[in-house]
């Protein structure tokens, strides 16, 4: 029953290869989110997906690629893979902003 | 745009003491809520507790407290009687509530150590 789930939970892979991460919710919640916590823990946005619509693009390389098939899915796809691209990316929903945000486990990704 | 700071990069407290972790934010807009989140190192990212800025009641949730001065822009936590399970990253983050810029803004966290 876990509300925000992330595949995989690792990934190891080489520059330049493309890797995507999936995330679901089954929160009936309407707002997905992908964050990127850097080695230093630093969290920052990256998207915001509204109903399946884009709503935030924080200036994100176009390497990197959301897609939300319905409500409750929004995958992250990366293109062409660099060193600098290693973190732990976490996928959130939220039902209301004064609620905060639910977050998946997250997934470590390693370019090596 | 908005920016939260967080002045303690760790922090360490007895088993059974209190502590309070700072945070400050910077924001134009009125309306927006505040949030500490926990992180333990199972990585999961867990809402300790939320503050709505219209209220001038200060949030509590067990142990876990705030301390909210709007006017200072500071939104400490002060946990009591401080437990071995409280060891993690606190992170303290304000949300606005306009559409097409409402997002979760993180400051830097803050490392706490329990001491036995």
């Known amino acids: 029953d876990t509300a925000v789930s992330q595949t995989p939970k690792y990934l190891v892979t080489q520059m330049g290869n493309d890797k995507s991460i999936k995330c679901e919710q089954n929160?009936?919640?309407?707002?997905m989110y992908w964050y990127k916590q850097d080695s230093k823990k630093f969290l920052k946005i990256m998207f915001s997906?509204?109903?399946?619509?884009?709503?935030i693009n924080e200036t994100v390389p176009n390497r990197f690629s959301p897609k939300s098939p319905d409500k409750a899915h929004l995958n992250l796809h990366i293109n062409s893979l660099e060193l600098g691209d290693s973190a732990v990316y976490f996928c959130?929903?939220?039902?209301?902003?004064?609620?905060?945000?639910?977050f998946g486990s997250g997934t470590r990704l390693t370019v090596v | 745009a908005q920016t939260v700071t967080q002045s303690q990069p760790e922090m360490s407290v007895q088993e059974a003491e209190t502590v309070t972790l700072s945070c400050t934010y910077d924001?134009?807009?009125?309306?927006?809520?505040l949030f500490w989140y926990k992180q333990p190192p199972s990585r999961q990212m867990i809402l300790v507790i939320r503050?709505?800025?219209?209220?001038?009641q200060n949030a509590t949730e067990n142990r876990f407290s705030v301390n909210f001065q709007k006017a200072a822009k500071s939104f400490s936590l002060k946990i009591s009687d401080s437990q071995l399970g409280d060891a993690a990253m606190y992170f303290c983050?304000?949300?606005?509530?306009?559409?097409?810029?409402?997002?979760?803004?993180f400051g830097t966290g803050t490392r706490l150590t329990i001491i036995p």
């Open positions: 959130a929903s939220r039902r209301g902003a004064q609620y905060g945000y639910t």
């Open positions: 997906y509204n109903n399946k619509e884009l709503i």
């Open positions: 503050q709505e800025a219209y209220k001038q």
């Open positions: 929160l009936g919640h309407d707002t």
């Open positions: 983050a304000v949300c606005l509530t306009n559409f097409g810029n409402e997002k979760l803004t």
């Open positions: 924001t134009s807009e009125s309306d927006y809520y």
